[in-house]
């Protein structure tokens, strides 16, 4: 990966299996930069206007093996690299992800593709000043994602792997392999990890803790603006 | 590790039974003369009793179409737009390229992993990197390079239509215009080819000769690679009639569709 230390601005990712609570996390991160008056800028896994169209293809229709599943998704990153995460770094701004590279480096190499090569697919990626990793036990994610057994989608349930034919019984296999690659990703590259069995509150205070040395002198957002609180949330 | 991969397997696909087809790319800058010399490679090797399958790049069912789209709007970054080309060529490979090797098709691709390279690598994205992404890749049964000056290449381009936005690579060089942009872009681009001759083994054609000329080279160097797959032995070089190329016509023909109205126009010519 890229140095950060070349930009101004600061990166900071979440991390964690789906059900982890890493997306609640960085919401209420984003939130409080946003009311102590930085520029926050929030970069979502998979949401490229660019490439939107053939990931949805691609699912919808079921046209993605394992490769492409893995370019389409990098496609998707280098496009918000571009666009949305180099530029506000270079800004100095706070720049927010929910996931990042280390989710390709989960999940496509739970599809079977090879790890070196997803690493080095990745090498563009800016290395983020802090990535918190949730962990959460199996058990506890899978509680707070099936409850009320919601419709689980084919590839996020792993379908594609044939794992099981049962869509429920998918997921959980197919998640036990991603946390995994997790749990050596966290190690490899020094992820800072979270309890996530903790309460919300405690949680978001330790991250606080870890985000408040680095905000100092990063971008802050126009006195006036408050108004534009909402637009920049949903941004 | 599967040796009929450059660095990496397809995840999932497993070659241990072998492909019996025979994967032939065919290399070489804009307006060289590609589609025309697929066109004859295809006709020939069909009337010579074997099954043909021909792709080129955004033909894939997944991508193709909006890598066209995206590239109307200019609104690629350099890597975006790599990736984007990678995600196709993935497709094809897992979806055409190879199903239809296991079945023993001549697999014939208008351009492979070396322009999508030479590409982006002119737009300065890394070689390492490049070569790393491409490492999925199938080895061809054969690389023809065609190869062309670009003073040769100047009046074909103007033929065809004029310089195209991409083609001239005016989205990363500050030229003012697109003549000295495309000069400078092909240049690039023929300089990165002739580093990846050596590297990934390309077969040189020479293209600045008639189409004809050209053919017979490459008929050539694909016969010996599909040597032995052709019901009748041994395999004639005569080309079928529509796809013969007249020997006085210097000029390059870029599609069928004006081969057939010459031919046509030929024949009435005759009756008259």
């Known amino acids: ?235 | 590790m599967d040796s009929r991969f450059y660095e990496v397997p397809v995840p999932g696909v497993n070659l241990e039974k072998g492909l019996s087809g025979k994967l032939i790319a065919l290399e070489g800058t804009d307006g060289v003369g590609r589609s025309t010399q697929m066109q004859m490679l295809r006709g020939w090797l069909e009337s010579s009793g074997l099954a043909v399958y021909d792709t080129g790049l955004t033909r894939g069912n997944l991508a193709g179409r909006h890598i066209q789209q995206a590239k109307e709007g200019h609104t690629m970054g350099r890597r975006t737009q790599c990736l984007f080309y990678a995600t196709d060529f993935a497709d094809r490979l897992e979806n055409e390229i190879i199903p239809l090797l296991r079945a023993g098709y001549v697999v014939l691709t208008d351009r492979y992993i070396y322009s999508l390279m030479a590409r982006a690598a002119v737009r300065g994205l890394e070689r390492d990197w490049l070569r790393s992404l491409y490492g999925f890749a199938l080895k061809p049964d054969l690389i023809l390079y065609l190869k062309v000056s670009l003073r040769n290449l100047q009046p074909r381009v103007l033929t065809a239509g004029g310089f195209d936005y991409w083609e001239s690579g005016i989205d990363y060089l500050c030229e003012g215009n697109m003549f000295d942009a495309f000069v400078k872009h092909q240049n690039a681009l023929l300089r990165e080819f002739d580093h990846m001759a050596d590297e990934y083994g390309f077969v040189v054609v020479d293209a600045n000769r008639t189409i004809r000329a050209t053919f017979d080279d490459i008929q050539a160097h694909v016969c010996r690679v599909v040597e032995g797959m052709s019901p009748g032995q041994p395999m004639s070089t005569t080309l079928p009639p529509l796809l013969m190329v007249p020997e006085t016509r210097r000029e390059e023909r870029t599609s069928v569709g004006d081969r057939i109205r010459e031919l046509l126009a030929s024949l009435f010519d005759e009756a008259e």
């Open chain 1, 1 to 235: 990966m890229q140095p950060s230390d070349q930009y101004q601005g600061k990166l900071f990712v979440v991390e964690g299996i789906d059900g982890s609570g890493k997306s609640t996390q960085i919401d209420l991160i984003h939130k409080w930069l946003l009311a102590r008056g930085y520029s926050a800028f929030f970069s979502e896994w998979n949401s490229s206007p660019l490439v939107k169209r053939t990931t949805r293809r691609g699912k919808t229709r079921r046209l993605l093996n394992p490769l492409a599943f893995s370019l389409i998704h990098a496609t998707d990153f280098a496009d918000r690299t571009e666009r949305n995460i180099i530029p506000p770094l270079k800004a100095g701004a706070a720049v927010l992800a929910d996931r990042y590279a280390y989710t390709a480096f989960a999940r496509d190499v739970a599809r079977g593709c090879d790890p070196e090569w997803v690493r080095r697919l990745y090498g563009f990626a800016v290395r983020p000043t802090v990535a918190f990793y949730f962990r959460v036990p199996l058990a506890v994610a899978l509680d707070r994602i099936l409850v009320g057994r919601p419709e689980i989608k084919w590839y996020e349930a792993g379908m594609d792997l044939r794992l099981s034919d049962d869509v429920y019984e998918s997921f959980k296999l197919f998640q036990t392999r991603i946390l995994e690659q997790y749990d050596r990703i966290a190690e490899e590259f020094g992820l800072t990890v979270i309890d996530g069995t903790l309460p919300i509150a405690v949680q978001q205070q330790k991250m606080r803790e870890i985000v408040e040395p680095f905000l100092e002198g990063l971008l802050r957002r126009p006195q006036d603006s408050a108004v534009l609180c909402r637009t920049e949330t949903d941004g």
